[in-house]
T-cell receptor, first 112, second 114 residues
């Protein structure tokens, strides 16, 4: 079945460091891929998405490229800020019901 | 748009009591999802509806949990009787049922069962 695997957290970085959070997936067909972010005490909110191979999603300095050949959708940011501290979820949607398959989430802590 | 609305935001109840969580999806969205989030189990999909019809309830933990969607603008998740292990944050989300469309999450209901 469809699944998403994210790198284990927590990830701790200093401000202005480079961020990579790995995400790989298993799916039939051609899923859409998403990164969601959850700030403390809040619900999940969409960070970026890509709907086909080689698409790059970007938002707030974060980027992820849909790599079909490696079944990956790694999240990157060139210079993290303390305000980026949150839990990040990778997800895929391979059906037409809107159902998402989420990874387990990766906690990012950015220190000043 | 006000986004997905959930109520109450916090609920504290005693074991054995009935708990009802409420959700109003974004207008025009016809898929609705209920999730549960805990430290131990992470984010779990409990049930989802498409056009008010339950499509998949395989994530509902047991018969104490039930969910309804009587119309396109309202859904409830009920736990009866509640138990301490039901303590969690419950999220409702809605979306358009297309492969490229994202889900929009509500702020969640933090449930504590003592």
């Amino acid at each position: 079945g469809n699944s998403v695997t994210q790198m284990e957290g927590p990830v701790t970085l200093s401000e202005e460091a480079f961020l990579t959070i790995n995400c790989t997936y298993t799916a039939t067909g051609y899923p859409s891929l998403f990164w969601y972010v959850q700030y403390p005490g809040e619900g999940l909110q969409l960070l970026l998405k890509a709907t086909k191979a080689d698409d790059k999603g970007s938002n707030k300095g974060f980027e992820a490229t849909y790599r079909k050949e490696t079944t990956s959708f790694h999240l990157e940011k060139g210079s993290v800020q303390v305000s980026d501290s949150a839990v990040y979820f990778c997800a895929l949607n391979s059906g037409n019901t809107g159902k998402l398959i989420f990874g387990q989430g990766t906690t990012l802590q950015v220190k000043p | 748009d006000a986004g997905v609305i959930q109520s109450p935001r916090h609920e504290v109840t005693e074991m054995g009591q009935e708990v009802t969580l409420r959700c109003k999806p974004i207008s025009g969205h016809n898929s609705l999802f209920w999730y549960r989030q805990t430290m131990m189990r992470g984010l779990e999909l409990l049930i989802y509806f498409n056009n008010n019809v339950p499509i998949d309830d395989s994530g509902m933990p047991e018969d104490r949990f039930s969910a309804k969607m009587p119309n396109a603008s309202f859904s409830t998740l009920k736990i009866q009787p509640s138990e301490p292990r039901d303590s969690a944050v419950y999220f409702c989300a809605s979306s358009l049922p297309l492969a490229g469309d994202e889900q929009y999450f509500g702020p969640g209901t933090r449930l504590t069962v003592t």
